[in-house]
Structure formats: structure tokens, C-alpha cells
């Protein structure tokens, strides 16, 4: 593996940290210029379909609303810089590794900072009685299975938005309740990984919609069909 430049390892560091705004994703159209790409998902949007800036504001509305984690692919026609993860697909990845080996192996050291920073943050010692104390024993987590990933490519690297099961390991027998947990990782291809957060997915408040009177912030937007030349526009991504 190649070592990053001074460049790269600050890039790396900077996009670490904040959630990348929305892109179009484009391909090579019939004349042979870039032109917004379309998803190949399966739609399940509305009929007739949203409009071209009618689904950016959905896409970056569910971004928002999940930080990464549960957009509804299926509500959307064009491509964009988010996109769920192909299990079965190891392009992105090198070095031997497979896509589902490296999202287990992602999630396992997320689940591992989560764990000590658990132990970091805790008291160690609890009131036992007038007579003493107690060493206060932390309920570490262990990864069961990964079952859903979003990304979008940063930097020499990709961000992934991984959501994975996991269980304490209190017990070595019997049946042990599973919990969802969240990880954002940043995994590189010349710099150590980050492990940027992980933590207990929250439960849902309110399940996401399709584009409605509630997204008007959005619609203050620069419109892409205003726009002569599509490809400066700042919502476009390869």
C-alpha cells in the first residue's frame, strides 16, 4: 500500500468530520458530455416520477434526517454521491479483502473504540455499601452481523455509514438480546482507517416520507434546470 501525501492525510482528516452535501452523479451522455446519472435501483417513488431537483431536496432531506444511515434508495431515479453498499461487490476494495470482510472488520474496531470509550468515561468504582466499594465492570459489546451500509467516496478512501448488529458478551450461552448500533467509518487507501463515530441506533421518530409542504426549506435551493451549464453545478458528482 502506497503511503498518502501530507495533502491527502489533511484532506483525510477534514472530510472526516462533517456530513458531505448532496451531489448528482453523472455518466457520459449521447453527445459525449456528463450527464446526470440514473440509480439502476428499482423505483418505488411516486407516479409521475419527482423531478430532477424535487429528488435532490428528498436526498438531502434523508441525508440530514439520518445522518447517512437510512436513505430510501427505492424513492429515487438519479444517482448520487450517497449510495447503499453492494455486498457482493469487492471493486472498491483491494489488498485481497472482500466488501463483506471489510465492513465486518470496520465494524468490529468501531464496536471496539465504542467499548473503550465506555470504560474511558465510566466510574470505576461503585457504591457498594458503608463498607466499601465495588469495581464497577463494564458490558462490552460483540459484533453479530453487518446488514446495511451506505457510502460515498472521499478523498483516496470512501465513507461508510454502517449499521450492524451486536450482542453483550456476558454470556457465552443461551439466548443474548441483539442491538442495532450505527458506525461512520472512513476507510483509506494509503492512510490508517478513522473511526469517526459508533454508537446505539435510536429509535425512529418518524418514519421518512416522500417530499412534501414540510421540505420547502429545501426548495429555496439554486435549481439545477435553471442552470445553463449543468456540469458546474455544485450538487454534481462522478
Known amino acids: 500500500m502506497e503511503k498518502a ?24 451522455g449521447p453527445e459525449g458530455h456528463y450527464v446526470p446519472a440514473l440509480s439502476g435501483h428499482e423505483y418505488k417513488g411516486t407516479t409521475p416520477p419527482r423531478t430532477m431537483d424535487e429528488e435532490y431536496d428528498l436526498m438531502a432531506k434523508q441525508v440530514t434526517e439520518t445522518q447517512g444511515f437510512d436513505m430510501d434508495f427505492s424513492q429515487f431515479r438519479y444517482d448520487f454521491n450517497y449510495r447503499p453498499v453492494d455486498f457482493d461487490d469487492n471493486s472498491l476494495v483491494i489488498d485481497g479483502e472482500t466488501m463483506r470482510d471489510l465492513l465486518n472488520r470496520l465494524s468490529r474496531q468501531s464496536l471496539e473504540q465504542y467499548n473503550q470509550d465506555k470504560v474511558d468515561n465510566s466510574f470505576h468504582f461503585a457504591f457498594l455499601s458503608t463498607n466499601g466499594f465495588l469495581l464497577y465492570q463494564e458490558t462490552k459489546y460483540e459484533l453479530v452481523e453487518v446488514f446495511k451500509a451506505n457510502y460515498h467516496m472521499a478523498g483516496a478512501g470512501m465513507m461508510f455509514f454502517i449499521t450492524f448488529q451486536a450482542k453483550q458478551d456476558f454470556s457465552s450461552s443461551g439466548d443474548v438480546p441483539k ?13 490508517p482507517n478513522k473511526y469517526i463515530t459508533c454508537h446505539l441506533k435510536a429509535p425512529p421518530e418518524n418514519k421518512v416520507h416522500p417530499i412534501d409542504s414540510t421540505e420547502k426549506e429545501f426548495a429555496k435551493k439554486p435549481r439545477l434546470t435553471q442552470d445553463k451549464d449543468a456540469s458546474t453545478d455544485a450538487r454534481i458528482v462522478i
Open 179 to 191: 442491538t442495532t448500533f450505527q458506525a461512520k467509518s472512513h476507510y483509506s487507501y494509503f492512510s
Open 5 to 28: 501525501t501530507a495533502g491527502e492525510e489533511e484532506f483525510a482528516e477534514m472530510i472526516s468530520y462533517y456530513l458531505e452535501n448532496v451531489s448528482f452523479g453523472l455518466e457520459i
